[in-house]
Structure formats: structure tokens, C-alpha cells
């Protein structure tokens, strides 16, 4: 008998000849880019440093398209929007030390937001590694300890045999359900090292599937097809796994009103009857969904966010969908069904029969957005809505956008409609700054049929002003727009709110048009006034382009204190 296990693809004569007759000149930097191009990598991001040079010079030979950013944290933004835009792992080449320790903070973005990003970095050379102090330039006693509490995996080579694997194996990692960054480093010397290993030809590119466990999903389909008050949580997973449109036909099914996270922006659509859209940090909507006989959560774990700053206690039954194990049931007893979001509702829209009808499920949604809309209407914050409705006109709705951590972005979370999923992104995921500008660059990379808007305070604009560099170098059709309000506005606000007074949030800045246009990137200066017809004169215009907002805006006031 002959199982599927006992057959191997054998080698053509062609392939053969090639094998013992590799071509010459060739390293281990030759490895790392012949095995990303043989599992489909186009482009990598990416800066270069002294022991990574071998990767660098086999890119230069190769057929890569390379971005090079200013900073290594920025090209780990980069990359994190190509693999959100894609789905694609996106190969992020650093070098040893401070050069990759620096890019941290992107790689714990792109954990929390499980953005695909392949970390390819250099080490020291092989007879430094060990934990001994050898004194070589960039040295450290366990440079992969850095990264193993951020990233899904670490994958250490040794030798350049072990280059195509360890790379293939991380790829695989980086786009399993859940996506995420993983890290692979190689030594100097094994990079440097010409090579007599064959060109390498081909890869398996295809990550395990998750489905549900079959059992789960009977029993979820029996809650959701008996309760007469269902409701839908959806998370950053239903975009992730490209299910709106999965999840659209479960919520009508069932009648079940829809409220998206903020990593979920665009899961389900923002003028549906049934939608609740992503007023999640409003009492309304938290007592609504806790009204909720049955909750299903999709690709969401609940975190501070999601739940109100965990001020959401669910009453009735919940069931959670979530790709990452560490989510599920981490904040509320579930039934807990560890799968793939496409997966999950797909096996629900299977196992559901019929169609629960409930007219009254469309007024009870009016019902709450308007509340919403009176408690914001009753603050006088007219003039942070009409940026948000100037924004939205400008912008087409098929452009990404990129938010970072600025007021302006906080009220995007909740009140901006993203007209299609998978194109409003966030730092959110784990709140660092500075994410906004150099992510949009990755995503015009990406795509470049459409025009990207990246939204920044001006506190967030000067982690990553170097990038107006690459902007204008790479020709990247990003406009950026800038909210200058002289400091961190947010935590201005939050230090007046909690001490009576401010300490370290007012700061010294550029003029922002010279400095773009210093660059050689065109600049305008706007007002709230003009700022839908600027926005759409820049975004129309091909290539990089800055609008700086002069404004001081205010937060909505919170609900969970």
C-alpha cells in the first residue's frame, strides 16, 4: 500500500544540473532573498546595518522591490500596514543591536493588531554567540530574548542550510490564524559566507487553516437560533480573515444587531438597519449589549477597549470566536470556540436552518444611536464632528486611512465610517505613537491605485517627520494631515481632568509646511473651514503632500467612570 506520506515530487534533470551546479559568487544574504522571493514576497522595508550588509547587497541582485525607511521602528510600521493591506507577510530586513532592538515597539503594534510581518534581522558573528562578552559592535548577551515576549516565534540560524527553513517555518507562523510578527535572526559571518547550496526554488507558502471544533459550533447555532435577543460583537478577526461579508449574512439571519470594536472598523456596514456601528466606549450601547440574551463575539477579545474599559457585564449567554488562544475567555466565561473568524461563521451560516425574523431588531438599534447622538450633541463638540464629516468627504471610500494616537483619531474610533472593511487602521492595538505617517507609507506600497490618508497630532508627527524622506524618495501618494494643537492634546486634557494642571505636554514645534516642503514635499495650511476642500485637492494630487490643521480639539466625555 501506498500512502500520501511515501510520495515525494522527484527532481527534473534541468533541476538536478542546477543543484550541482549552482552559480558563483553567491552568500547567505542570497538565501534569505531567494527563499522570500520563493514563497511570493514582492517588496521588502527594511535599514540597513554593518552585519546585515549581506542581505542588503543580495537584495540589490535580486528582483525585490526595497523601501527603505529612516528609522527601523517606522519601517516596522511599514511593513505592519503592507501585511493589513495584503494579507501577506511583509519581510522586514534590520540589523543587529539597536537596530533591531529599536524596532520593538512596531513589532508589538503588529502583535497586538495581528499584522503579518516576517522580522529578518542580523547577529553578531557566530564565535560571539553564547552569552559570553566577546566586545563585538552591537553585542548582546541574548539578542532573541528581546523579541520572544513580543513576537509570535523566534527562529535562530546557525548555518546557511538551515536559512530556507527557518524562513519558510516563520512565514508559515506570521500568516497562521492568528497573523502576526515573528522574528528570525542570522549571524554576520553566515551571511557573508559565499555558498554552494543550490538556488533556492520554491517554497510552501500556504499556513494551517483553524476551523471550529464541529461540536462548538452545533451548540453555538442551537444558542443564537433559540435566543430572542441576539446581538454581535465584531473584532479586528472578521477583517483579518476577510469575513464581512460571512458576517452580514449571519447578523440578517438572525436579526442581530452588529456593534464593531475599533480594531474591527468596516466589519459590517455602517448604514445597515442592524448596525450599532462602533460606539463601544458609550453606556448605551454597553447596557444594550448587556441586555443581549445571547452575544456572540467575533475576532475580538474584549479587551480595555472593547468593553467599555471593562465596565461590560454581559447577562446572558456569551459565545466568543477568537483565533488567538490567549483571548478566548480571557476576560468573560464563554463558550469559547477557538477558530479561524471565516471558518467560525461559515460553519454557523451551515449548521443555523432558517432565518429568526424581528422587526422590532432595526427600531431598538435607532433607538440607541440616537441616545448616542444626544449625550455627544449635549457637549458642544460640533467642531470635531465637522472634521470628521470633512474628512470623510474628502476621502475616497476605497482609500485606506491611518490614524495615530491623537484626539482626532479617538473620535475617528467611534464615529468615523470606513465605507469598506480593511481600510481604517489604527494604533490602538497597542498605543504607541508615531504609527500614522509611516504605515500609510507601507500601505502605499502596497497599493498604490489609491491615494492613502495618514492622520497625526502634531505630539505623534515628530516621532516619524524623517519620513518625509522616504515619502518624496519613493514618490508614495500619501497625504498626511497633520492636527497641531502645540502638545500630546489627549494627555494635555487627561493630566488638566486628573490634576488640576499639566506637566510635560506642551511642546516646541516645527512650522510644519516649511519643514514638508523642506522635503521637497508640498505643504498647505488649512482651517476647519476649508479642510474638505484642501484634504481633497491634496489626496487628488499624486505623490506625498502635507495639510497642517491648526485646532485644539476635545475629547467626548467617558462614560465608565
Given at each position: 500500500?501506498?500512502?500520501?506520506?511515501?510520495?515525494?515530487?522527484?527532481?527534473?534533470?534541468?533541476?538536478?544540473?542546477?543543484?550541482?551546479n549552482?552559480?558563483?559568487?553567491r552568500?547567505?544574504?542570497?538565501?534569505?532573498?531567494?527563499?522570500?522571493?520563493?514563497?511570493?514576497?514582492?517588496t521588502?522595508?527594511?535599514?540597513?546595518g554593518?552585519?546585515a550588509?549581506?542581505?542588503?547587497?543580495?537584495?540589490?541582485?535580486?528582483?525585490?522591490?526595497?523601501i527603505?525607511?529612516?528609522?527601523?521602528?517606522?519601517?516596522?510600521?511599514?511593513a505592519?500596514?503592507?501585511?493589513?493591506?495584503?494579507?501577506?507577510?511583509?519581510?522586514?530586513?534590520?540589523?543587529?543591536?539597536?537596530?533591531?532592538?529599536?524596532?520593538?515597539?512596531?513589532?508589538?503594534?503588529?502583535?497586538?493588531?495581528?499584522?503579518?510581518?516576517?522580522?529578518?534581522?542580523s547577529?553578531?558573528?557566530?564565535?560571539?554567540?553564547?552569552?559570553?562578552?566577546?566586545?563585538?559592535?552591537?553585542?548582546?548577551?541574548?539578542?532573541?530574548a528581546?523579541?520572544?515576549?513580543?513576537?509570535?516565534?523566534?527562529?535562530?540560524?546557525?548555518?546557511?542550510?538551515?536559512?530556507?527553513?527557518a524562513?519558510?517555518?516563520?512565514?508559515?507562523s506570521?500568516?497562521s490564524?492568528?497573523?502576526?510578527?515573528?522574528w528570525?535572526?542570522?549571524?554576520?559571518?553566515?551571511?557573508?559566507?559565499?555558498?554552494?547550496?543550490?538556488?533556492?526554488?520554491?517554497?510552501?507558502?500556504?499556513?494551517?487553516?483553524?476551523?471550529?471544533?464541529?461540536?462548538?459550533?452545533?451548540?453555538?447555532?442551537?444558542?443564537?437560533?433559540?435566543?430572542?435577543?441576539?446581538?454581535?460583537?465584531?473584532?479586528?478577526?472578521?477583517?483579518?480573515?476577510?469575513?464581512?461579508?460571512?458576517?452580514r449574512?449571519?447578523?440578517?439571519?438572525?436579526?442581530?444587531?452588529?456593534?464593531?470594536?475599533?480594531?474591527?472598523?468596516?466589519?459590517?456596514?455602517?448604514?445597515?438597519?442592524?448596525?450599532?456601528?462602533?460606539?463601544?466606549?458609550?453606556?448605551?450601547?454597553?447596557?444594550?449589549?448587556e441586555?443581549?440574551?445571547?452575544?456572540?463575539?467575533?475576532?475580538?477579545?474584549?479587551?480595555?477597549?472593547?468593553?467599555?474599559?471593562?465596565?461590560?457585564?454581559?447577562?446572558?449567554?456569551?459565545?466568543?470566536?477568537?483565533?488567538?488562544?490567549?483571548?478566548?475567555?480571557?476576560?468573560?466565561?464563554?463558550?469559547?470556540?477557538?477558530?479561524?473568524?471565516?471558518?467560525?461563521?461559515q460553519?454557523?451560516?451551515?449548521?443555523?436552518?432558517?432565518?429568526?425574523?424581528?422587526?422590532?431588531a432595526?427600531?431598538?438599534?435607532?433607538?440607541?444611536?440616537?441616545?448616542?447622538?444626544?449625550?455627544?450633541?449635549?457637549?458642544?463638540?460640533?467642531?470635531?464632528?465637522?472634521?470628521?464629516?470633512?474628512?470623510?468627504?474628502?476621502?475616497?471610500?476605497?482609500?485606506?486611512?491611518?490614524?495615530?494616537?491623537?484626539i482626532?483619531?479617538?473620535?475617528?474610533?467611534?464615529?468615523?465610517?470606513?465605507?469598506?472593511?480593511?481600510?481604517?487602521?489604527?494604533?490602538?492595538?497597542?498605543?504607541?505613537?508615531?504609527?500614522?505617517?509611516?504605515?500609510?507609507?507601507?500601505?502605499?506600497?502596497?497599493?498604490?491605485?489609491?491615494?492613502?490618508?495618514?492622520?497625526?497630532?502634531?505630539?505623534?508627527?515628530?516621532?516619524?517627520?524623517?519620513?518625509?524622506?522616504t515619502?518624496?524618495q519613493?514618490?508614495?501618494?500619501?497625504?498626511?494631515?497633520?492636527?497641531?494643537?502645540?502638545?500630546?492634546?489627549?494627555?494635555?486634557?487627561?493630566?488638566?481632568?486628573?490634576?488640576?494642571?499639566?506637566?510635560?505636554?506642551?511642546?516646541?514645534?516645527?512650522?510644519?509646511?516649511?519643514?514638508a516642503?523642506?522635503?521637497g514635499?508640498?505643504?498647505?495650511?488649512?482651517?476647519?473651514?476649508?479642510?474638505?476642500?484642501?484634504?481633497?485637492?491634496?489626496?487628488?494630487?499624486?505623490?506625498?503632500?502635507?495639510?497642517?490643521?491648526?485646532?485644539v480639539?476635545?475629547?467626548?466625555?467617558?462614560?465608565?467612570?
Amino acid at each position: 500500500m501506498t500512502h500520501d506520506h511515501d510520495l515525494v515530487l522527484r527532481p527534473t534533470a534541468a533541476q538536478t544540473e542546477a543543484a550541482l551546479n549552482p552559480p558563483p559568487g553567491r552568500n547567505g544574504g542570497d538565501l534569505v532573498v531567494e527563499t522570500l522571493a520563493g514563497l511570493g514576497a514582492t517588496t521588502v522595508f527594511g535599514l540597513p546595518g554593518q552585519h546585515a550588509l549581506g542581505m542588503f547587497d543580495a537584495v540589490r541582485r535580486s528582483d525585490l522591490r526595497y523601501i527603505g525607511l529612516r528609522v527601523e521602528n517606522n519601517a516596522g510600521f511599514a511593513a505592519d500596514a503592507y501585511g493589513r493591506i495584503t494579507g501577506e507577510a511583509a519581510p522586514l530586513l534590520l540589523s543587529t543591536g539597536p537596530g533591531a532592538l529599536t524596532s520593538l515597539a512596531a513589532l508589538q503594534e503588529a502583535a497586538s493588531a495581528s499584522a503579518p510581518v516576517l522580522a529578518i534581522s542580523s547577529q553578531i558573528p557566530t564565535a560571539g554567540l553564547g552569552g559570553g562578552r566577546h566586545g563585538y559592535l552591537h553585542e548582546l548577551p541574548d539578542q532573541a530574548a528581546s523579541f520572544r515576549g513580543v513576537v509570535k516565534s523566534v527562529h535562530t540560524v546557525r548555518s546557511q542550510s538551515q536559512i530556507p527553513s527557518a524562513i519558510e517555518a516563520a512565514w508559515k507562523s506570521a500568516l497562521s490564524a492568528p497573523h502576526g510578527p515573528v522574528w528570525v535572526e542570522i549571524p554576520q559571518d553566515v551571511l557573508l559566507a559565499e555558498t554552494s547550496i543550490p538556488v533556492v526554488t520554491g517554497g510552501d507558502a500556504f499556513p494551517e487553516e483553524l476551523p471550529p471544533r464541529p461540536e462548538l459550533t452545533a451548540l453555538a447555532a442551537h444558542l443564537l437560533s433559540s435566543a430572542s435577543r441576539p446581538a454581535i460583537i465584531a473584532g479586528g478577526g472578521v477583517v483579518r480573515a476577510d469575513a464581512s461579508g460571512k458576517l452580514r449574512q449571519l447578523a440578517e439571519r438572525l436579526s442581530a444587531p452588529v456593534v464593531t470594536t475599533y480594531g474591527g472598523k468596516g466589519a459590517f456596514p455602517w448604514t445597515h438597519p442592524l448596525s450599532l456601528q462602533s460606539w463601544v466606549e458609550d453606556r448605551h450601547t454597553t447596557d444594550f449589549l448587556e441586555d443581549a440574551d445571547v452575544l456572540l463575539v467575533v475576532g475580538s477579545g474584549l479587551g480595555e477597549l472593547s468593553s467599555n474599559y471593562h465596565t461590560f457585564r454581559p447577562r446572558g449567554r456569551v459565545i466568543q470566536i477568537e483565533a488567538d488562544l490567549g483571548k478566548l475567555e480571557s476576560n468573560h466565561p464563554a463558550l469559547g470556540i477557538h477558530a479561524d473568524a471565516r471558518l467560525a461563521l461559515q460553519a454557523l451560516l451551515e449548521t443555523i436552518e432558517g432565518t429568526r425574523e424581528d422587526a422590532t431588531a432595526p427600531e431598538r438599534v435607532r433607538d440607541v444611536l440616537a441616545r448616542v447622538r444626544e449625550r455627544i450633541e449635549g457637549q458642544e463638540l460640533t467642531l470635531e464632528q465637522n472634521l470628521l464629516t470633512s474628512i470623510r468627504r474628502a476621502l475616497p471610500a476605497r482609500a485606506p486611512s491611518f490614524w495615530d494616537m491623537t484626539i482626532l483619531s479617538y473620535w475617528a474610533w467611534s464615529a468615523f465610517d470606513p465605507k469598506h472593511p480593511n481600510t481604517m487602521h489604527s494604533a490602538q492595538g497597542s498605543g504607541g505613537l508615531g504609527y500614522a505617517f509611516p504605515a500609510a507609507l507601507g500601505a502605499a506600497a502596497a497599493d498604490p491605485t489609491q491615494p492613502v490618508l495618514a492622520v497625526s497630532g502634531d505630539g505623534g508627527a515628530l516621532y516619524s517627520i524623517a519620513e518625509l524622506a522616504t515619502a518624496r524618495q519613493y514618490d508614495l501618494d500619501v497625504t498626511w494631515l497633520i492636527v497641531d494643537d502645540g502638545g500630546y492634546g489627549i494627555l494635555r486634557e487627561y493630566m488638566t481632568d486628573a490634576f488640576g494642571e499639566t506637566t510635560g505636554t506642551e511642546l516646541t514645534r516645527p512650522d510644519y509646511v516649511a519643514l514638508a516642503e523642506s522635503f521637497g514635499v508640498p505643504a498647505t495650511r488649512t482651517t476647519p473651514e476649508t479642510l474638505a476642500t484642501d484634504l481633497t485637492k491634496s489626496l487628488g494630487i499624486p505623490g506625498p503632500s502635507v495639510v497642517v490643521l491648526p485646532a485644539v480639539l476635545r475629547m467626548f466625555a467617558p462614560t465608565h467612570l
